[in-house]
């Protein structure tokens, strides 16, 4: 059997005053993609951000194993060099940081980190050019600034070409569909597809199943206030878009 | 005691070691001086006795104390001998930027003094008596201290004067070279340039130091640009903590002429500059943009102004700062729009970034508005580097410092890329990446 990538135990997380995380349980393994759905406000994006290293939140219980590695005493870069990637619902503009520049330095961060020589020029062009065309995105935004002035729908794709440059072992993407018209949707889909490897896992957060139809999740979990409620197959995320979130609302009440 | 306390803050004392200078340096022999000059210099003189230097009860003077730099004491030198070789190695990597003239301790020296449109100050003057009345005609010293101590000490410089509708292909590189290997050394440069209707130049300043002594460069420059004439004037101030500068560039734009100052201080110790537009043919447009870099216990005063005289002027100011260490940062930006300067557009900001709790900026802008259909905006941030920006870059792999390194050279760029000479942008950019990063190791 195979180790898990991520092991999530009772985690309870906290901004200020205010507990978010009231006791999330997650197993991952290697190759697996996992869906994470839930109302808005549920706590999907302060489980990535705890999990990518924010600081403005506080870990008040439990652990996170990466990799069989105590993923909490890590920095964010830290995580990153082992293998960690979250594509952000909201990617940062960079104002005068050329996207070419920032992932330069990204990968070669990464590559050193895995004992190898940094990429040259050319090598590194190779690299993009080959990666951008798997999400469709045009050279000419290399030499831009990151996520200056992109579309909604560009930076989501900038995201999962980010995804594709640095080959992370554990990709947690936090709803990289909203915003997204179909087309956009589809080129994100088939983009994150050819990157599903049996050493690669997906924590795919979304709020609506669209996405699930061309990602086909192993597991669908249903996050509500801060605790995963339920846990099934990909029908789940049928029945949920078929039910709307007020049925889990009740369960998860009767359950309470 | 109370006499000492009073001493101090008229620099009483430095006054008269000045004054003691100036009687060694010219009354003695004016042998071949014009009159005019002789005249202007004593003119000069007795006005900065009377203003005695600036105290930081002066208005213009607030921020910056001249004192504990006037303390380490300065000698008055002009020229000298020096090892043509010794010049050569400080100026040979500036061949890169443009044709290169050096001024040895304020003296023009080397051989590019062709008589016509690149020559000394002094061999001008000589020959040249409406150049004598010129003098002082922009960079006034009613007032102001500064100018006035340079114009008593007015010796060399250098004269560019570009015909009409004549393009410089090459930058001309001014390098101050500053030898303090003996002692202290104050330098005073007076220079003078003149761009003709349609013409173009560009003109880089630059200041080195020889030596371990403190230098002092105190550096003014009167510019006349023409109709639908163009300068630019670059300022690299990258010397060592032992350093020091302050200089004063005045401009005055005839009709659609343009004008750009960027100046990069990214080095020295006491770094004042002055820089000041005079928008006086309508269309006019001026640009001052400057970059201060600074840590240890650096200061670096900007202080422009920028008079629009006439309508239908644009001036844009950007000034960027990124503070570290024990440094100061001063930025008093003045813009005044005369009654008549109607339509005017007038654009200033700054932005710093202060980096250590003990460094600290000082910013003033200073609006004297008198004409009533005008576009002005203001504006001045000052703050840290964006938390969400470096959580972005470290959620990537980058370590704190790289992705602070990166986030800092962005924000500098903003004010380097305007330098429209690649050889000189290439070069600072990378200066700037080298400290950016050094920070990085410490
Ligand atoms: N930085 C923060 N400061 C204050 N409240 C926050 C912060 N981040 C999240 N919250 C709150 O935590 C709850 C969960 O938010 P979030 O994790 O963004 O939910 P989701 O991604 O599922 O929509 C919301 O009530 C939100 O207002
Ligand atoms: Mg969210």
């Known amino acids: 059997m195979k180790r898990p990538i991520l092991e999530i135990r009772n985690l309870h997380a906290r901004v200020g005053e205010s507990e978010i995380l009231r006791g999330v349980d997650l197993v991952v393994y290697p190759g697996e993609v996992h869906a994470i759905m839930g109302p808005n406000g549920s706590g999907k994006s302060t489980l990535a951000s705890v999990l990518a290293g924010r600081e403005d939140y506080e870990v008040t219980e439990g652990e996170v194993l990466f990799d069989g590695k105590n993923l909490l005493e890590l920095s964010p870069e830290e995580r990153a060099r082992e293998g960690l990637f979250l594509a952000f619902q909201y990617p940062v503009e960079i104002p005068g940081v050329s996207t070419a520049t920032f992932l330069k330095t990204a990968l070669n961060e990464l590559r050193k980190h895995r004992g190898l020589e940094p990429l040259d020029a050319m090598e590194f062009m190779t690299i993009m050019r080959q990666r951008a065309a798997l999400v469709q995105i045009d050279p000419a935004f290399f030499s831009r600034s990151v996520n200056e002035g992109f579309s909604g729908g560009e930076k989501k794709r900038n995201e999962i070409f980010q995804l594709a440059m640095l080959e992370p072992r554990l990709a947690i993407l936090d709803e990289t569909d909203s915003g997204l018209d179909i087309d956009a949707l589809r080129i994100v889909a088939d983009g994150v597809n050819a990157l599903r490897s049996p050493d690669r896992a997906f924590v795919i957060i979304t709020h609506y199943q669209r996405l699930l139809n061309y990602i086909v999740p192993d597991v669908v979990h249903v996050l509500y206030r801060g605790r995963i409620i339920k846990t099934g197959t990909k029908e789940l995320a049928l029945e949920l878009e078929a039910k709307g979130y007020d049925w889990i609302k009740d369960t998860a009440e009767l359950e309470a | ?442």
């Open chain 2, 1 to 442: 005691m109370t006499t000492v306390v009073a001493q101090q803050h008229t620099g009483a004392p430095i006054i008269e070691r000045i004054a003691g200078e100036f009687a060694r340096q010219f009354s003695t022999s004016e042998n071949g001086q014009p009159s005019l000059i002789a005249d202007l210099r004593l003119r000069a003189l007795e006005e900065l006795q009377r203003l005695g230097i600036p105290t930081v009860r002066h208005e213009e003077w607030k921020y910056t104390n001249l004192f504990p730099l006037l303390a380490k004491g300065f000698t008055h030198v002009v020229g000298g001998a020096v090892q043509p070789s010794a010049l050569e190695n400080m100026t040979a990597p500036l061949q890169r930027w443009g044709d290169v003239v050096a001024m040895y301790n304020g003296r023009f020296v080397g051989s590019r003094d062709d008589g016509q449109v690149l020559l000394s100050l002094a061999s001008a003057l000589a020959a040249d008596t409406a150049l004598c009345a010129r003098i002082g005609s922009l960079a006034s010293f009613d007032d102001k201290a500064i100018v006035a101590w340079n114009t008593a000490f007015l010796n060399d410089g250098v004269v560019l004067r570009v015909p009409a509708n004549t393009t410089l292909e090459r930058p001309i590189v001014v390098a101050s070279v500053l030898d303090a290997r003996e002692h202290n050394v104050v330098v005073h440069e007076r220079h003078f340039v003149e761009v003709g209707s349609g013409g173009f130049a560009q003109l880089v300043l630059v200041q080195r130091a020889l030596g371990d002594g403190e230098s002092l460069l105190n550096q003014v420059l009167e510019g006349w640009v023409g109709e639908s004439a163009r300068l630019v004037i670059v300022v690299v101030q990258d010397g060592p903590p032992r350093s020091h500068a302050l200089t004063t560039h005045t401009i005055e734009l005839a009709k659609e002429a343009r004008v750009e100052m960027i100046t990069v201080s990214i080095g020295g110790g006491f770094v004042r500059n002055m820089p000041e537009v005079r928008l006086s043919g309508s269309h006019a447009d001026a640009h001052l943009y400057g970059l201060t870099l600074a840590d240890g216990t650096m200061l670096v005063d900007h202080h422009t102004a920028v008079e629009h005289r006439v309508p239908h002027c644009t001036s844009n100011q950007l000034y960027k700062a990124i503070l570290d260490g024990r440094a100061t940062g001063v930025f008093n930006g003045k813009i005044c729009v005369y009654p008549d300067a109607q339509k005017t557009s007038a654009y200033q900001a700054n932005r710093n970034i202060v980096l250590s709790r003990r460094a600290t900026i000082d910013a003033k802008p200073q609006l004297e508005i008198y004409a009533n259909d005008v576009r002005c905006t203001h504006g001045c941030t000052v703050g840290r580097l964006d938390d969400e920006a470096m959580f972005y870059l470290r959620s990537r792999g980058l370590s704190k410092a790289e992705a602070e390194a990166l986030l800092l050279t962005a924000f500098a760029e903003e004010v380097t890329t305007t330098i429209p000479i690649s050889p000189v942008r290439d070069d600072i950019n990378a200066t700037i990446e080298h400290l950016l990063h050094a920070d990085e190791l410490a």
